[in-house]
């Protein structure tokens, strides 16, 4: 039944959307004071208009950008296999869609890792300074449920294809 596949496929590339938007942004954390705005995401970090990409970065941005590298791949994956068993035929869908839901949970899981790391370390941070989280700390947040959303749907999917 290819009726629960469309919408698999719209959630994994929503998912997947959501992100590359919080990969690719500055804003994880924000911080003003007088006329100085000063943000930083995973990359770089910029003060007003000017941006500098740090030479050593701390290990927990590393181990933060490592996880959300590994739910990429594996939110692509599922991305992928979901494509693939839309335009496939029958007999391979059931294998392409667990596939799908197993890259879908993993892509929950390697995310909700990386966003833990990442928000743990500058908790105590974020008290005791101006610092504030910024939206791209809270669409990667969010890109977690959509992926997992994704996999449930996928393994409805799968039940019902092979009803």
């Given at each position: ?12 590339l ?11 942004s ?75 839901a ?62």
């Amino acid at each position: 039944m290819a009726s629960l596949r469309i919408p698999s496929a719209g959630l994994a590339l929503l998912s997947l959307l959501l992100l590359l938007v919080a990969l690719a942004s500055d804003h994880w954390l924000e911080a003003r004071r007088d006329d100085v705005f000063i943000r930083s995401g995973l990359w770089r970090i910029c003060v007003n208009s000017l941006c500098v990409v740090p030479s050593k970065l701390p290990d927990y941005i590393e181990a933060t950008r490592m996880f959300l590298m590994l739910g990429l791949l594996a939110g692509l994956l599922s991305g992928f296999s979901l494509l693939a068993s839309l335009s496939g035929s029958s007999s391979d869908s059931g294998s392409l869609l667990m596939v799908s839901a197993v890259g879908s949970f993993s892509a929950g899981f390697c995310i909700m890792v990386a966003m833990a790391v990442f928000t743990s370390e500058f908790a105590e941070v974020i008290k005791a300074t101006r610092i504030t989280f910024g939206w791209s700390l809270a669409i990667g947040w969010a890109s977690i449920p959509f992926f997992l959303l994704t996999g449930g749907v996928t393994l409805l999917a799968q039940d019902s294809s092979s009803i």
